[in-house]
């Protein structure tokens, strides 16, 4: 007998498509994001905070629903969407990635925006008085003394973009093969009498691919931290 | 001239009103701590906007209120030296030291690479970390980055304040080789006399926002308006010196334009020209020339001007041939010795008052 049977296959390869995709997609707005929140002074700063983290706080279910009702095939953005780029996000994968994405924007920003935080402001005016513009200021100071923490956000990101239920399932249903992640299929197995074996063994095929990220990032962001440190 | 600044700037309680220029040389902002000397420099390199004034550097505005032009910091072409360094942690020195021409998109230069590395002993550094260096170490690297940013002025910051008294000693000497070799004008933040006394040669003294007087290293330091700000143990004035001989009894003659002046065995081969800092408190004056004493310098001078203070003591200024001199005695003694300007009077200085560290490279050659 086989580990996995296909339709398990299909979710696992799924959750790491969709994971990937929502991780890569999240990851300029989240540094852009947290950028903003860190070093910006503006007036509607504390509702974008709010914004951003509004899917920690709430019932996935709603986040879900929320996105049905904006991104739908009839939602504002969805209907424009499909009549400009022939895009449809709701009961397909990138819908699937689309909620993964907003669900772990919040973590992948909180970990960006701390980084950005610790980088000294003078070290940056310095870089300024050589005769760097912003833009190259951010690209050899900045981002490389962040590094760390952009791997440390991106890799919580894929963690919780792997794990992500409640919004998935709502806005792109639980269709097998199209938008059944590893989660959605764990819950549908354990809805037919039978179906626990499987379920446990996606178990620990979520729970390898959660511990192996979590390793390549401690490794990634050690090495990262070894060069800025210069040891 | 090669800085020229106007300005006007609140900070709360705080209000900047200044004006002054600057040639070419070394030009120290001098003032306590808390007189606007760092608002001052930043302005000048585009880290803090004033609220109105006119900033020129070598015949170019960098900043005018009334035309409404403020250049970019990274457009001024002003290498700054901080105060705690700023090296870039994730950088070499090597590095940190091209970062300028890098991000400027211009090739490597590597004659000027060299020149600055052996003008600054950078060559054993190159391949360390920020990280592995020490206090001087690192300030000798930013002094380094700052002029391979090809600046047309040099900005510093109290780059000394974070060092020790042997590490700043040990980057006084590079100070006074750039300012011989590099060319480059520098504006220099202290409130430290011995550095000002070492390396201005234009002095600009700031009180509280405002520009209290202003002119040439020497006038300066030998004006005795000027020894409150300065500080009265600290107060002292410079002479230009040249090397005569060595003695083999470890003293050093010295011609000054009034006399020879005999110091404890100086570092410098024989022609080199000096600056040697007298500090008024360990000069005496006497009426005739003192016989049968222990100190080696006696030169006669004139009494320009005595000032008193409120304590008990009197500020003379002197002239020696060209230089000035300044003494710092008790008013008692002025009284009984009935100095008077005009009046001519001998300078006694004990060889071993003379510090080492007061004793930099000449201006000239």
Known sequence: MEFLGPDAWRAVALSLKVAFWATLAALPFGLGTAYLLARGRFPGRSLLNGLVHLPLILPPVVTGYLLLLTFGRRGPVGQLLEEWFGIVLAFRWTGAALAAAIMAFPLMVRAMRLAIEAVDPKLEAAAATLGASKLRVFATVTLPLIAPGVIAGAVLAFAKAMGEFGATITFVSNIPGQTQTVPSAIYAFLQVPGGEDTALRLVLVSVAVAMLALALSEWLARRVARRIAGR | ?365
């Not at chain 2, 020490?134 to 000394?160: C, H, K, N, Y």
């Not at chain 2, 000693?169 to 070492?198: D, F, K, T, W």
Request: hydrophobic letters at 45%; glycine letters at 10%.
């Open chain 2, 1 to 365: 001239m090669s800085l020229s600044v106007s300005l006007r700037h609140r900070l709360g309680d705080f209000a900047l009103d200044l004006a002054f220029e600057a040639p070419d040389g070394v030009t120290v902002l001098f003032g306590r701590s808390g007189s606007g000397k760092t608002s001052v420099i930043n302005a000048v390199a585009g880290l803090m906007q004033p609220d109105a004034g006119r900033i020129a550097v070598a015949g170019r505005v960098l900043f005018d209120s009334a035309a409404g032009v403020s250049v970019p910091v990274h457009r001024r072409r002003l290498g700054y030296v901080f105060q705690e360094g700023r090296l870039f942690p994730h950088l070499t020195v090597r590095q940190n030291l091209t970062y300028a021409r890098r991000v400027q998109r211009l090739g490597p230069d590597a004659a000027a690479f060299d020149r600055v590395v052996a003008l600054l002993g950078l060559g054993s550094l190159l391949n360390r970390q920020p990280v592995a260096l020490s206090g001087g170490e690192a300030q000798r690297v930013a002094i380094g980055r700052a002029l391979l940013s090809d600046p047309v002025m040099l900005l510093m910051d109290e780059p000394l304040a974070a060092l020790d008294g042997a590490r700043k000693a040990e980057i006084l000497p590079y100070l006074e080789r750039l300012r011989r070799e590099a060319g480059v004008p520098i504006l220099y933040v202290s409130h430290n006399m011995a550095e000002v006394a070492r390396l201005a040669t234009h002095v600009v003294a700031m009180e509280g926002g405002r520009v209290t007087q202003a002119g040439p290293a020497e006038a300066m330091l030998a004006d005795p308006g000027l020894v409150r700000v300065m500080g009265l143990r600290d107060a002292g004035a410079v002479l230009q010196a040249r090397v005569l001989r060595h003695g083999e009894d470890g003293v050093s003659d010295l011609q000054v334009s009034g006399g020879v002046l005999c110091l404890p065995l100086v570092d410098a081969p024989v022609g080199t020209d000096l600056r040697v800092r007298i500090l008024a408190q360990d000069v005496m004056l006497a009426t005739e020339r003192p016989r049968n004493i222990s100190a080696l310098n006696i030169l006669p001078v004139t009494v320009l001007a005595l000032r008193r203070g409120d304590g008990p003591g009197v500020i003379v200024q002197v002239q020696a041939g060209d230089d000035l001199l300044l003494a710092r005695i008790t008013r008692r003694s002025a009284d009984a010795l009935g100095l008077r300007p005009g009046g001519t009077c001998f300078a006694v200085l004990k060889s071993v008052a003379v510090a080492p560290t007061d004793i930099g490279l000449g201006l000239q050659s």
